[in-house]
């Protein structure tokens, strides 16, 4: 008998912690708090919250039994629900608020520069991540172009993070020491950058990319000063030894 009594007061304990973990009102999540995001509307986010947070517990026939409680919520699944729903967040923070509360921290991508494939263009993030659609190009930003890359998913990795840095480092080089612009980039096993004075240079991404900034500085300080940059085609950078332009 007191085998008996010991197993109802188990099965009732658990009975009470299951009902207070998954349907107890007070643990069922109602309120969404929402920052840092600009471009993406926070009650875009929170629908896609709510549609993640219902969790199925049960299921036969006609009978569906569902929670929201704040116990059994999937951080990483709900973080990544968000981030394939919006191309344009870069990172969500996902914290518990006790007892029915959620906050997110939203980190959005920034604009780097422009990728165009087949008259298509988007925004492209220091990562290489197209983002958005554009119908517009943005004036004086670097526009990228790279051949045989499928731009259907955005959110997507489409050029390598080193061949940001790279594109980054040049770009900078030239607009900080000769107050010359990047007009646009094209992507293959050559890196070739058209500036805004109409010539080009090419790059080796593969190579000491550092070594060939050097080689192009030496140049443009010392064997083509500004007065007579608009005359040339191009500079080579992407041999080891030997720098050329024409």
Same mark, same amino acid.
């Given at each position: 008998?007191?085998? =008996?009594?010991?197993?109802?007061?188990? $099965?009732?304990?658990?009975?009470?912690?299951? !009902?207070?973990?998954?349907? #107890?009102?007070?643990?069922?999540?109602?309120?969404?708090?929402?920052?840092?995001?600009?471009?993406?509307?926070?009650?875009?986010?929170?629908?896609?919250?709510?549609?993640?947070?219902?969790?199925?517990? =049960?299921?036969?026939?006609?009978?569906?039994?569902?929670?929201?409680? /704040?116990?059994?919520?999937?951080?990483?699944?709900?973080?990544?629900?968000?981030?394939?729903? $919006?191309?344009?967040?870069?990172?969500?923070?996902?914290?518990?608020? &006790?007892? @029915?509360?959620?906050?997110?921290?939203?980190?959005?991508?920034?604009? =780097?520069?422009?990728?165009?494939?087949?008259?298509?263009?988007? $925004?492209?993030?220091?990562?290489?991540? /197209? $983002?958005?659609?554009?119908?517009?190009?943005?004036?004086? &930003?670097?526009?990228?172009?790279?051949?045989?890359?499928?731009?259907? @998913?955005?959110?997507?990795?489409?050029?390598?993070?080193?061949?940001?840095?790279?594109? *980054?480092?040049?770009?900078?080089?030239?607009k900080d020491?000769?107050?010359?612009?990047?007009?646009?980039?094209?992507?293959?096993?050559?890196?070739? =950058?058209?500036t805004s004075?109409?010539?080009?240079? !090419?790059?080796?991404?593969?190579?000491?990319?550092?070594?060939? /900034?050097?080689? &192009?500085?030496?140049?443009?300080?010392?064997?083509?000063?500004?007065?007579?940059?608009?005359?040339?085609? *191009?500079? *080579?950078?992407? #041999?080891?030894?030997?720098? #050329? *332009?024409?």
């Amino acid at each position: 008998m007191p085998i =008996f009594w010991l197993a109802l007061l188990i $099965f009732i304990l658990l009975t009470s912690v299951i !009902y207070f973990t998954l349907f #107890y009102s007070k643990f069922q999540v109602i309120k969404i708090e929402i920052s840092g995001n600009g471009k993406v509307k926070s009650e875009n986010i929170e629908n896609t919250v709510w549609v993640a947070l219902e969790r199925k517990i =049960f299921s036969a026939g006609l009978v569906n039994i569902s929670s929201k409680s /704040i116990f059994i919520i999937d951080k990483k699944k709900l973080t990544k629900d968000i981030l394939n729903e $919006f191309p344009g967040i870069q990172e969500v923070l996902v914290q518990k608020k &006790m007892p @029915d509360g959620l906050t997110l921290k939203i980190t959005e991508r920034q604009p =780097f520069a422009v990728f165009c494939q087949n008259d298509n263009c988007f $925004f492209i993030d220091e990562n290489g991540v /197209i $983002f958005e659609p554009l119908e517009n190009l943005p004036k004086d &930003m670097v526009v990228l172009h790279k051949e045989s890359v499928e731009t259907n @998913d955005l959110g997507k990795n489409i050029i390598n993070k080193n061949i940001m840095d790279v594109i *980054y480092k040049v770009q900078k080089n030239l607009k900080d020491n000769f107050q010359i612009g990047v007009k646009e980039v094209f992507v293959s096993e050559l890196l070739v =950058f058209k500036t805004s004075e109409n010539w080009q240079i !090419y790059f080796d991404p593969n190579s000491d990319i550092q070594l060939h /900034i050097t080689k &192009m500085n030496i140049l443009l300080k010392d064997e083509i000063p500004a007065n007579t940059r608009k005359n040339i085609q *191009y500079i *080579y950078l992407q #041999y080891k030894d030997r720098a #050329y *332009y024409k």
